[in-house]
């Protein structure tokens, strides 16, 4: 499995004595002092090393890192304590070599919890570090209606379910990441903006954190297209792509854009904004303010609009923000209705799907004209509707983008379903626990008196 893709490698204060791997390109914990931040560097050191090796001796991995042996045992105790590491018998440095016990990667007490809150449901993908799927779920929720408040109520409740399952199975989490479709300030977890969930300014990670109790692990928030961009990079149909774009298919559309094998962030992390490509000046309103973007043309709400105009779907769209409204139709259920249209031939819808197709391909020639990604992943609807979409729109993309065909780009659906950003999440929190494997709980037998 390839590495996660990173924008910022991870500081090694006080010179580790080999670089350190790189990470998601989430800020790292604070540096705290130098004896500290040192030791951290180094767990991170030790246990990437039996990740990416697997089991052997510390005096391996002394060789292996530089680190003296009284060091690394030192280390590797910690490890143990914190569940992260096991004792796996003995062996053999070459054949001269005496027997020495082995150590191991343990990656089945402790979790990673994903979750993605949107704007009709919640997504929780949990895992535990050997990559064993503890809990998968998806719920329809309104949380453009119901606002943030009670949004935060309702994914603490989902949160603790999920975390109460993954300690049954016996992987207590050691960290939370929620996925957010909009700008998130991703150093205090800050959702800057969504204009889909009506959020502004709101402090997501420390909200959650209170909800969700004596939880002490870290909680962190990510933009939606990012974390399924990096799901796509280490397990989607695309995976190990070094160019490549993912799109989000849901009311909005959001993009994580890999480049070079590496997630895109910008300057403030704002970058992959792309359902608000202004490409109409003359048509819809968004829900961010402006008039014509991308997304008034391609999501989940201006299909459904185009191809049912009479129905009641924009007028709910636009009544079900007051809070305490009815929640909104799964969009799994829509796209359903859709898929029974198309199969039955119906003319509206499938013209509706054509020319969401055709503006699929107009955005996506701009991305590909700026960033001349190999694939350009679809997810969400977008996959769900492939085989109607696609065509249209890899047609308009080859006609638009200026190298046309010779751009060898091409529009790929997702196979990871509705469960790509907090698949992405899981697995930006396994990659955190890497980094930093002091920040989670003790092990097991110490964890059960403070409940983490
Ligand atoms: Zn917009």
């Known amino acids: 499995m390839p590495r996660q893709p990173a924008s910022t490698p991870v500081s090694a204060p006080n010179s580790a004595p080999a670089s350190a791997p790189a990470s998601t390109g989430h800020r790292t914990h604070p540096a705290g002092s130098g004896h500290a931040s040192l030791r951290r560097a180094n767990l991170s050191l030790v246990l990437r090393h039996l990740r990416d090796e ?48 082995a150590v191991a990667l343990d990656g089945s007490h402790v979790g990673a919890l994903g979750m993605e809150i949107n704007v009709d449901y919640i997504a929780v993908h949990g895992v535990d570090l050997a990559g064993r799927v503890l809990v998968e779920r998806r719920i329809a929720f309104d949380a453009m209606g119901e606002g943030p408040d009670r949004s935060l109520v309702e994914l603490g409740r989902v ?33 800057t903006l969504a204009p889909n969930l009506g959020w502004d300014g709101l402090p997501l990670a420390e909200r959650l954190r209170a909800e969700l109790g004596g939880f002490r692990a870290p909680v962190g928030v990510d933009n939606d297209a990012n974390l399924a961009a990096l799901a796509e990079f280490t397990s989607g149909v695309a995976a190990g792509t070094p160019d490549m774009v993912y799109l989000t298919g849901e009311v909005g559309v959001g993009g994580g854009i890999i480049v070079g094998g590496r997630l895109l962030r910008g300057a403030d992390g704002f970058s992959g904004e792309v359902g608000h ?18 997304e008034t043309k391609v999501g989940l709400a201006a299909l459904v609009r185009t191809a049912t105009p009479h129905r009641a779907y924009e007028s709910q769209v636009k009544h079900r923000v007051r809070p305490g409204a009815v929640p909104a139709p799964d969009p799994e259920e829509r796209v359903k209705e859709i898929s029974r249209a198309l199969a039955a031939g119906e003319p509206r819808t499938l013209a509706a799907v054509a020319e969401v197709g055709r503006w699929l391909g107009l955005g996506g020639s701009i991305l590909v004209n700026l960033f001349n990604p190999r694939v350009i992943v679809v997810g969400g609807y977008f996959a769900r509707l492939a085989e109607r979409l696609i065509p249209p729109a890899q047609a308009e993309l080859e006609r638009l983008v200026v190298a046309g065909p010779a751009a060898r780009c091409r529009f790929l659906p997702s196979n990871l379903g509705f469960g790509a950003a907090s698949r992405g999440a899981a697995s930006m929190v396994a990659d955190h626990i890497m980094d930093d494997p002091a920040a989670i709980g003790l092990a097991p037998a110490a964890r059960t008196s403070n409940g983490n």
């Open 54 to 101: 697997g089991p052997c001796s510390r005096s391996d991995v002394a060789d292996a890192t530089g680190l003296h042996r009284a060091t690394v045992s030192s280390l590797m105790a910690e490890l143990i304590q914190r569940g992260l590491v096991r004792e796996v018998g003995t062996a053999r440095a070459g054949a001269i070599g005496r027997p020495r016990r």
């Open 159 to 191: 949160a603790r379910r999920a975390i109460a399952e993954m300690r049954r199975a016996g992987a207590a989490p050691g960290g939370i990441v929620v996925a957010v479709p909009g700008l998130v300030d991703i150093g205090p977890g800050v959702v």
């Open 277 to 294: 490509l202004p490409v109409n000046p003359t048509g819809r309103r968004c829900g961010c303010g402006r008039t014509g973007c991308w």
